[in-house]
T-cell receptor, first 114, second 116 residues
């Protein structure tokens, strides 16, 4: 069965600083990987996804993520954080064959200090 | 530009009441999902549906049922609400299995249910 671990419950950064949110997955074959963002009081919005090909994926709002098979990781990065990036971030994994239903991590809450 | 609409953003119900949470999508998606979101637990799948009148249990179906009479509408039903069902409920949809993007979910804004 697939699973996702987001080891950081909360991350605090200063506005303008760089950001990396960690995500590790467990799945035997090549996974489909996702990052979603949830602003306060809202549903989840897709930031980016990895299906195959280039392991560095660009997303919306200036985010990128890198798939590292050797580390079973799909970390989310942003070079300079804006106050509006404060939100909950969820990593998700789905099977490349079989079930199409993604499994979500527990989320990382990003706090941005001015 | 709203694509997945959850009819109620906030509900307050009493223990034992029957609760209906409605979700409508306008993207002609085959798959629809109900998740429950609780702090520290992330999203947990309650039920999903891959076609009209078809449903499958997710990870935490106990205490819930669903109905999908039309392709665009997926309802979550709490037959007898309990306080431990106080939570945020998220509806989502995606294209059909085997089609590109089946794993990509579009979410509604959520329904926050409080059971007293």
């Amino acid at each position: 069965a697939q699973s996702v671990t987001q080891p950081d419950i909360h991350i605090t950064v200063s506005e303008g600083a760089s950001l990396e949110l960690r995500c590790n997955y467990s799945y035997g074959a090549t996974p489909y990987l996702f990052w979603y963002v949830q602003s306060p009081g809202q549903g989840l919005q897709l930031l980016l996804k990895y299906f195959s090909g280039d392991t560095l994926v660009q997303g919306i709002k200036g985010f990128e993520a890198e798939f590292k098979r050797s580390q079973s990781s799909f970390n989310l990065r942003k070079p300079s954080v804006h106050w509006s990036d404060a939100a909950e971030y969820f990593c998700a994994v789905a099977q490349s064959g079989g079930s199409y239903i993604p499994t979500f991590g527990r989320g990382t809450s990003l706090i941005v200090h001015p | 530009d709203v694509k997945v609409t959850q009819s109620s953003r906030y509900l307050v119900k009493r223990t034992g009441e029957k609760v209906f949470l409605e979700c409508v999508q306008d993207m002609d998606h085959e798959n629809m999902f109900w998740y429950r979101q609780d702090p520290g637990l992330g999203l947990r799948l309650i039920y999903f549906s891959y076609d009209v009148k078809m449903k499958e249990k997710g990870d935490i179906p106990e205490g819930y049922s669903v109905s999908r009479e039309k392709k665009e509408r997926f309802s979550l039903i709490l037959e007898s609400a309990s306080t431990n069902q106080t939570s945020m409920y998220l509806c989502a949809s995606s294209v059909g299995q085997g089609r590109t993007g089946a794993n990509v979910l579009t979410f509604g804004a959520g329904s926050r249910l409080t059971v007293l």
